[in-house]
């Protein structure tokens, strides 16, 4: 027995035909609908990047105790378990967050891996001098997009490309290893994720003389752009989910080539999507799970059924696919582990789940049933409590600074961590998911999720299905109170949220005026924050409606941005707040550069 995992981080569902996208060039995703099971029911967990990939390895949520970071070492991880099963385990991959900081333990669990450089800002080559950086509709710092300019210049040609390196690499494993027996290879590309950067073989089924400022990597933020501008960005995604379906038919190939559908297990997956200009966003992680992001692809080859070219409407998540991988080679899953193998959902359609749960550390916690999906937002403006479980204590890119840890307490173990003590330590989210209110939606009569509803008796069993979830996972019991649900005993209508925070739902909706809407000579929310704060006239004006810039640290990173900028990235700036501080600021008297 074989198995092949190929991996496209950011594949977004409504981009690729077998799910009814129209207009995009994906002849090999095609193929693979026609060739597998195709999951109509397929959900995210835990968020984003290397949170997903702990769910991998762990069959576990990770996003109720922890944020980003590496394996803990009670962690079990099905790569390892594999490999101490006897089954070969090889990672070929370009997703460069593998060799920073907070991921740093995932690849050594495999027997063998090779690493591919140069994707996004990955400190890959040095260049002292500083490259030409084209026009961009980006507010991303320089630094980042300097790395990622310097990169480009050793990309010139696709097949110098970490994408096209990656499946090279797979298909050279495949090669020495289809006549062998009992071998696992994962085939994890950092494409189609941003920067969208490729070829003019690709981009020349969508871009041609498309108007407005070519940019490949949007930030993640509001649409400030025109509509011309976001159907560009739209295209540039799409060309570079094409030179990723271009390497998916390469793995097909293969599979022909080596006759490997007689014994071999396929999946093709991703960890979340992406917003393109949907809801009014770029992006991820700072706005709600919305399903452009969270409702993912999914297909899988099971050679014991050999099901091809059928839908599957199980609900599933990602922590099915490690116990689905232990299954088919015959590995027992362990008890910690909460997904279930996916052989008979594959076989038959046979149920999984009632429902599913998914969110990022901090944020809202969610709950599907497939059809209704239920956000759940804190109860108080300070998003708290809120605590990090971890013995590892290291961000995606940088280890916890010691101010981080004054705070830390040894607490007993929790219930998955194997009689080992874990630290608590205070955390912080990536937003605030108070500003977006408690929201209730319909996806089969709403599928762009842009009426929330107001239904109690719905709302009851949706936190009831989400309360049962979040015991399930072991939720410490600060979850429960930041959201105001039972840790223990029933929900009520006392527990309901969505009427009273309709309100913050409806203003988070609002679209964001344009900038020139409040352009005059004197100092207004378009000015510089840096000059507010240094201005005695203004700097308290700012502070009132503003707090979040009073700490010293968060106000010199945003100080070349202006309040207006900061309602576009942060969701707590309200469009009132905006306007209600720029009237404040008109009545200052201040004027800009005085």
């Known amino acids: 027995m074989r198995a092949i995992m190929v991996m496209f981080d950011t594949l977004n569902r409504r981009f690729l035909p077998p ?12 193929r693979l609908g026609r060739s597998a099971a195709v999951f109509d029911n397929a959900y995210a967990g835990s968020m984003p990047c290397m949170p997903a990939r702990r769910e991998i390895h762990t069959g576990r949520h990770n996003f109720l105790h922890r944020s980003w970071g590496p394996l803990e070492p009670f962690d079990d991880s099905v790569p390892e378990m594999l490999s101490r099963a006897g089954v070969y385990t090889h990672l070929v991959t370009d997703h460069y967050h593998y060799w920073e900081d907070g991921g740093a333990t995932y690849h050594n669990r495999y027997n063998s891996y090779e690493l591919f450089r140069g994707q996004e800002g990955d400190k890959w080559k040095g260049h002292v001098a500083d490259p030409e950086l ?23 040609t ?83 989910l094409s030179m990723c379906d271009a390497s998916l038919g390469r793995v097909l190939d293969a599979m022909d080539t080596h006759d490997l559908w007689s014994d071999t297990l396929l999946i093709v997956c991703t960890d979340h999507g992406l917003l393109l200009g949907e809801h009014g966003w770029w992006g991820k992680n700072v ?49 910690l582990m909460q997904g ?45 409590p809120l605590f990090e479980h971890t013995l590892m204590p290291t961000h995606m890119a940088s280890r916890f600074a010691p101010e981080e840890l004054t705070g830390a307490e040894l607490i007993p173990p929790l219930p998955f961590t194997k009689g080992v003590p874990v630290l608590r330590i205070p955390g912080r989210a990536w937003g605030n998911p108070y500003a977006y209110g408690t929201v209730l939606f319909d996806l089969e009569t709403d599928p762009g999720q842009l009426h929330p509803l107001l239904d109690d008796a719905l709302e ?59 352009a005059r000579d004197s100092v207004n929310v378009t000015t510089p924050l840096g000059e507010l704060l240094g201005d005695a006239r203004t700097r308290g ?27 576009a990235v942060t969701p707590g700036v309200s469009v009132s707040v905006l306007r209600e501080l720029d009237a404040e600021l008109a009545a200052s008297g201040a004027r800009t550069g005085s």
Not at 135 to 152: E, I, K, M
Not at 169 to 179: H, K, V
Not at 463 to 484: H, I, K, N, Y
Not at 551 to 565: C, I, K, L
């Open 460 to 518: 009851l069993r949706m936190a009831e299905l989400l309360t049962g979830l979040m015991r399930a996972s072991d939720a410490p019991e600060s979850q429960f109170a930041r959201l105001g649900l039972p840790a223990e005993g029933p929900v009520t209508g006392e527990h309901l949220l969505a009427r009273a925070q309709h309100d913050l739902a409806l203003g988070s909706a609002q679209e964001l005026p344009g900038e020139g809407e409040f």
């Open 287 to 335: 706005q709600p799970w919305y399903d452009e992001n969270i409702h993912t692809p999914l297909f899988i080859w099971d050679p014991r059924s050999a099901v091809r070219g059928e839908r599957r409407a199980s609900l599933v998540q990602t922590v099915d696919f490690g116990p689905t991988l232990l299954d088919f080679f015959g590995v027992p899953t362990p008890g």
């Open 340 to 384: 279930s193998p996916l052989g008979d959902a594959v076989a038959a359609d046979t149920p999984v789940r009632d429902a599913g749960l998914f969110g990022s550390f901090g944020g809202q916690v969610n709950v599907t049933d497939g059809r209704y999906v239920y956000m759940r937002a804190p109860v108080l403006p300070s998003n708290e």
């Open 541 to 567: 004006v700012v502070l009132r409606h503003l707090p979040l810039v009073a700490n010293p640290e968060f106000a010199r990173r945003v100080a070349d941005r202006s309040p207006w900028q900061l309602a």
């Open 158 to 240: 696709e097949d110098r490309h970490p994408q096209t390196l990656t499946v090279d690499a797979g298909l050279a494993f495949l090669e020495t290893n289809a006549a062998d027996d009992n071998w696992f290879l994962q085939i994890e590309c950092f494409d189609p994720h941003e920067p969208f950067f490729t070829y003019d073989e690709h981009r020349s089924h969508y871009l041609h003389d498309t108007p407005g400022v070519r940019s490949d990597w949007p930030d993640y933020r509001r649409v400030t752009e025109s509509s011309d501008d976001v159907a560009q960005v739209r295209a540039e995604y799409a060309a570079l």
């Open 19 to 30: 799910y009814g996208a129209e207009g995009v060039h994906a002849p090999h995703f095609e």
């Open 134 to 156: 084209p026009p961009t509709l980006s507010w991303r710092p320089d630094a980042g997009r300097r790395q990622d300019a310097v990169n480009r210049l050793h990309l010139a």
